[in-house]
């Protein structure tokens, strides 16, 4: 491939990207994540990815989109491969991605493998020259999740439409490389495939064994290596596969040029006969036991390989070229910043190692839909990647710095990668902790029920970190200086950076009281932070009509304060507003671009916070938002409402002012996503849905399954409010509507209320 030379003469180590383009079929259903993302609507997002610096591009060509009934069009291939030719961006083509083909195919169909073939011949006759392809990326797991789980299309649910769809799959990608070959003849296949390994108990290792050895399949059959001493030979037969077709991949082998290793941290398994250690829907099993099957990160005392074990295992098995064709991690952007980084990482300690890694891919460039659920429902629950696509133009996301960074072999500093990822951390055990050595095959080894922290492994699987510094080091870094520890959103931010590994200091006014100057320089001299939440304030609308200077002091100089302080020490600050700037005229939800028209002081004190932070640091984050529902915070009006109505208790609310009510936990883990990305300005952040105090009690108690005909709905004069409100302050978004729809957020409050992580 293409690319300057590493040490030694090899080929540099290249940047890709990829964009998450699954065309998967569930019933007569196709979930498209390029509709969905937008892009197949955007021709300038190809300039976006250029502009990161990447190489390679894995992009779509896909049969379902271009050929539906038999007939390509190629008019939107032609206008984005045409435009990536331009860009200087190698494509990476794929033909089919997660699916089954148009409908009058599928993967049980014999078909497949022809219909395929000539989709491929036309694509390589329209584009003589591109020269890498995918044409089924990772068949093996399509195969898992259309044949064996019954997750999509043809929904088989054993073994022998497991075997079928695999093989049909591998046919199909020797067929369809065979014709692109006959066009040109320089053409390469990269194959993809996610490899997770499973981890076992001793009672288990037959079937960890099983499935050590099926993960390899795709891959061995298209390297001819499935013959008769094959250990899972056996298994294919008994599964409906004949000796002579399995001989036709040992005949005729069509080795893939560069082996693409998607790794997820949940792909990795562990599997325990022991199902009181596990929450019910994690058990399952075998014909011979009963077992439960977990995410091995959450039990391996000592973690597990990531993408360096698996790096190594693929060059020992095969000793051909390796990429990393998928980085990703759904989550918080830190998380994500620290999964990319240690992702290439490992790639540069494998090159180090002597293992020949051509590229680190930062894979669903404009992240992914519902693969929370396997994609098998339009749930609208959206991943983030380098861009987010949730404003009106895709909007670079931190992880964009980190992507042009590496393209460019330059540093990349950010804060939050002086903590290693979740995976790396204590906190990731759930569940009593076991030891297995990563080297071996399935390889369990005795329980290690005293704690992880005796049961480190051998150092082969230790992931390997941008500083060369092992991420096992917990390494704290400069902290996040929230004020407002009294406060419901204070509380909330201290709780959140906790769980997300954000060192963080919660400061009451003793310890910085934010309009007093030679305050707030004393406490950001002595925790020297890199970024400031100002989550303090006064929050009593209807008293700071009785005491505006109090209000004003709190809510607009104490503010102000922190922006020059922050913006003297380039810090990055985050500071609160309110949907009470509104004066309520409206009938549409206000965007961020709508003048600031408050009725009462505390709007007043808002409206002049927003004014002097930007003006003072133009830099800084300022965030309106709503009516909070918090799940550590009972004295918030949902929990009133909810207590007083299972109480038997009547209680009001008013039916004529429209708020756009907020979750804490999805308001703070989006603040601090856009404090990472280095965003600035006004923003809007609320639960999608506008609706009267009223109808928010009303859609809780239902929720709940609690009686509301006490609920009393009510004019807000008759609830002798002293503060006007706003008839209406819903809240819109020009920048983007990052948060979920309220009855998402309801429905996660009545859970996480009662104890369960806010995430």
């Given at each position: 491939?293409?690319?300057?030379a590493?040490?030694?003469?090899?080929?540099?180590?290249?940047?890709?990207?990829?964009v998450?383009?699954?065309?998967?079929?569930?019933?007569?259903?196709?979930?498209?994540?390029l509709?969905?993302?937008?892009?197949?609507?955007?021709?300038?997002?190809?300039?976006?990815?250029?502009?990161?610096?990447?190489?390679?591009?894995?992009?779509?060509v896909?049969?379902?989109r271009?050929?539906?009934?038999?007939?390509?069009?190629?008019?939107w291939?032609d206008a984005?491969?045409?435009?990536?030719?331009?860009?200087?961006?190698?494509?990476?083509?794929?033909?089919?991605?997660?699916?089954?083909?148009?409908?009058?195919?599928?993967?049980?169909?014999?078909?497949f493998?022809?219909?395929?073939?000539?989709f491929?011949?036309?694509?390589?006759e329209?584009?003589p020259?591109?020269?890498?392809?995918t044409?089924?990326?990772?068949?093996?797991?399509?195969?898992r999740?259309?044949?064996?789980?019954g997750?999509?299309?043809?929904?088989g649910?054993?073994?022998?439409?497991?075997?079928?769809a695999?093989?049909?799959?591998?046919?199909?990608?020797?067929?369809?490389?065979?014709?692109v070959?006959?066009?040109n003849?320089?053409?390469?296949?990269?194959?993809?495939?996610?490899l997770?390994k499973?981890?076992s108990t001793?009672?288990?290792?037959?079937?960890?064994e099983?499935e050590?050895?099926?993960?390899?399949?795709s891959?061995?059959l298209l390297m001819?290596?499935?013959?008769?001493?094959?250990?899972?030979?056996?298994?294919?037969?008994?599964?409906?596969?004949s000796?002579?077709?399995l001989?036709?991949?040992v005949?005729s082998p069509?080795?893939?040029?560069?082996?693409?290793?998607?790794?997820?941290?949940?792909?990795?398994?562990?599997?325990d006969?022991?199902?009181?250690?596990y929450?019910s829907?994690f058990?399952?099993?075998?014909?011979?036991?009963?077992?439960?099957?977990?995410?091995a990160v959450?039990?391996?005392?000592?973690?597990?390989?990531?993408?360096?074990?698996?790096?190594?295992?693929?060059w020992?098995?095969?000793?051909?070229?390796v990429?990393?064709t998928?980085a990703?991690?759904g989550?918080?952007?830190e998380?994500?910043?620290?999964?990319?980084a240690?992702a290439?990482?490992?790639?540069?300690?494998?090159r180090?190692?002597?293992?020949?890694?051509?590229?680190?891919?930062?894979?669903a460039?404009?992240?992914?839909?519902?693969?929370?659920?396997l994609?098998?429902?339009?749930?609208?629950?959206?991943?983030?990647?380098?861009?987010?696509?949730?404003g009106?133009?895709?909007?670079?996301?931190?992880?964009?710095g980190l992507?042009r960074?590496?393209?460019?072999?330059?540093?990349f500093?950010?804060?939050?990668?002086?903590?290693?990822?979740?995976?790396?951390r204590?906190?990731?055990?759930l569940y009593p902790?076991?030891?297995?050595?990563?080297?071996?095959g399935?390889?369990?080894?005795?329980?290690?029920?005293?704690g992880a922290?005796?049961?480190?492994?051998?150092?082969?699987?230790?992931?390997?970190?941008?500083?060369g510094?092992?991420?096992?080091?917990?390494?704290?870094?400069?902290?996040?200086?929230?004020?407002g520890?009294t406060?419901?959103?204070?509380?909330?931010?201290?709780?959140?950076?906790?769980?997300?590994?954000?060192?963080h200091?919660?400061?009451?006014?003793?310890?910085?009281?934010?309009?007093?100057?030679?305050?707030?320089?004393?406490?950001?001299?002595?925790?020297a932070?890199?970024?400031?939440v100002?989550?303090?304030?006064?929050?009593?609308?209807?008293?700071?009509e009785?005491?505006?200077?109090?209000?004003?002091?709190?809510?607009?100089?104490?503010?102000?304060?922190?922006?020059?302080?922050?913006?003297?020490?380039?810090?990055?600050?985050?500071?609160?507003s309110?949907?009470?700037v509104f004066?309520?005229?409206?009938?549409?939800?206000y965007?961020?671009?709508?003048p600031?028209?408050?009725?009462?002081?505390?709007?007043?004190s808002?409206?002049?916070?927003?004014?002097?932070?930007?003006?003072?640091?133009?830099?800084?984050?300022?965030?309106?938002?709503?009516?909070?529902?918090?799940?550590?915070?009972?004295?918030?009006?949902?929990?009133?409402?909810?207590?007083?109505?299972?109480d038997?208790?009547?209680?009001?609310?008013?039916?004529?002012?429209i708020?756009?009510?907020?979750?804490?936990?999805?308001?703070?883990?989006?603040?601090?996503?856009l404090?990472?990305?280095?965003?600035?300005?006004?923003?809007?952040?609320?639960?999608?849905d506008?609706?009267t105090?009223?109808?928010?009690?009303?859609?809780v108690a239902?929720?709940a399954?609690?009686?509301?005909?006490?609920?009393?709905?009510?004019?807000?004069?008759?609830?002798y409010?002293v503060?006007?409100?706003?008839r209406?302050?819903?809240?819109g978004s020009?920048?983007?509507?990052?948060?979920?729809?309220?009855?998402?957020?309801?429905?996660?409050?009545?859970?996480?209320?009662?104890?369960a992580?806010?995430r």
């Amino acid at each position: 491939m293409s690319g300057g030379a590493g040490e030694g003469g090899a080929p540099a180590l290249e940047i890709w990207g990829g964009v998450e383009c699954t065309v998967n079929r569930v019933g007569d259903a196709y979930h498209d994540q390029l509709e969905r993302s937008g892009h197949a609507r955007r021709l300038d997002d190809l300039d976006r990815f250029a502009e990161l610096g990447i190489r390679a591009l894995r992009y779509p060509v896909l049969w379902e989109r271009t050929a539906p009934d038999g007939r390509a069009r190629f008019a939107w291939a032609d206008a984005r491969l045409g435009r990536l030719r331009e860009l200087g961006v190698r494509p990476i083509v794929g033909l089919v991605h997660h699916g089954s083909g148009p409908p009058g195919t599928s993967l049980l169909d014999p078909s497949f493998v022809e219909g395929l073939a000539r989709f491929a011949r036309a694509v390589a006759e329209r584009y003589p020259w591109v020269e890498d392809y995918t044409p089924v990326n990772e068949p093996l797991t399509t195969a898992r999740f259309s044949g064996l789980y019954g997750h999509w299309y043809p929904h088989g649910q054993d073994g022998r439409a497991f075997v079928r769809a695999l093989l049909t799959q591998c046919r199909a990608i020797a067929a369809a490389m065979r014709a692109v070959r006959g066009v040109n003849p320089r053409a390469r296949l990269v194959q993809t495939e996610d490899l997770g390994k499973t981890f076992s108990t001793p009672l288990l290792a037959y079937q960890a064994e099983h499935e050590n050895h099926r993960r390899w399949l795709s891959l061995d059959l298209l390297m001819g290596r499935v013959d008769r001493d094959h250990p899972f030979y056996p298994q294919l037969l008994d599964w409906g596969a004949s000796p002579g077709e399995l001989e036709v991949f040992v005949a005729s082998p069509c080795p893939p040029d560069i082996l693409g290793v998607n790794h997820y941290i949940t792909s990795e398994r562990f599997i325990d006969e022991r199902l009181e250690r596990y929450p019910s829907w994690f058990h399952g099993g075998n014909d011979r036991h009963a077992y439960a099957d977990v995410e091995a990160v959450r039990v391996v005392a000592g973690g597990v390989g990531g993408h360096l074990a698996r790096l190594l295992e693929v060059w020992e098995r095969y000793r051909r070229p390796v990429a990393i064709t998928e980085a990703h991690l759904g989550g918080s952007r830190e998380e994500q910043l620290r999964w990319l980084a240690e992702a290439h990482g490992a790639a540069v300690a494998a090159r180090a190692g002597g293992v020949d890694v051509r590229a680190v891919t930062a894979w669903a460039l404009l992240g992914s839909f519902d693969w929370d659920s396997l994609v098998v429902r339009d749930r609208g629950r959206y991943e983030p990647g380098v861009f987010d696509v949730r404003g009106q133009a895709p909007r670079p996301t931190a992880l964009a710095g980190l992507v042009r960074a590496l393209a460019r072999g330059a540093p990349f500093e950010h804060p939050v990668l002086a903590t290693p990822g979740w995976w790396r951390r204590p906190e990731r055990l759930l569940y009593p902790p076991v030891r297995v050595e990563e080297g071996s095959g399935a390889a369990p080894v005795e329980p290690c029920d005293d704690g992880a922290a005796r049961c480190e492994p051998p150092g082969r699987g230790a992931a390997i970190e941008p500083s060369g510094r092992g991420a096992a080091g917990q390494a704290e870094g400069p902290p996040v200086l929230i004020a407002g520890a009294t406060g419901t959103l204070g509380r909330a931010f201290a709780r959140l950076c906790a769980y997300r590994g954000l060192p963080h200091r919660l400061m009451g006014r003793l310890d910085m009281d934010i309009a007093d100057p030679a305050s707030v320089e004393r406490a950001l001299d002595r925790h020297a932070p890199w970024a400031v939440v100002n989550a303090a304030g006064y929050v009593r609308v209807d008293d700071a009509e009785l005491e505006p200077h109090r209000c004003e002091r709190e809510n607009a100089s104490g503010p102000a304060v922190l922006a020059a302080a922050c913006r003297a020490r380039g810090v990055r600050l985050v500071t609160f507003s309110s949907d009470q700037v509104f004066d309520g005229t409206g009938a549409t939800p206000y965007v961020e671009t709508d003048p600031a028209r408050p009725l009462s002081a505390y709007g007043r004190s808002k409206a002049a916070a927003e004014q002097q932070v930007l003006s003072i640091f133009p830099t800084a984050l300022v965030v309106r938002t709503a009516a909070f529902i918090d799940p550590w915070d009972a004295s918030t009006f949902v929990a009133a409402a909810l207590r007083a109505l299972r109480d038997g208790r009547p209680f009001s609310a008013a039916e004529d002012l429209i708020v756009t009510p907020t979750y804490t936990p999805d308001l703070v883990n989006a603040a601090l996503d856009l404090l990472i990305d280095g965003e600035a300005g006004l923003w809007h952040l609320a639960n999608r849905d506008a609706v009267t105090w009223a109808e928010l009690v009303a859609r809780v108690a239902a929720l709940a399954r609690v009686d509301a005909r006490r609920l009393v709905r009510c004019s807000s004069h008759a609830l002798y409010l002293v503060a006007p409100r706003p008839r209406y302050s819903a809240l819109g978004s020009r920048r983007g509507l990052l948060l979920p729809a309220l009855d998402d957020a309801l429905a996660r409050y009545l859970v996480e209320r009662d104890g369960a992580p806010a995430r």
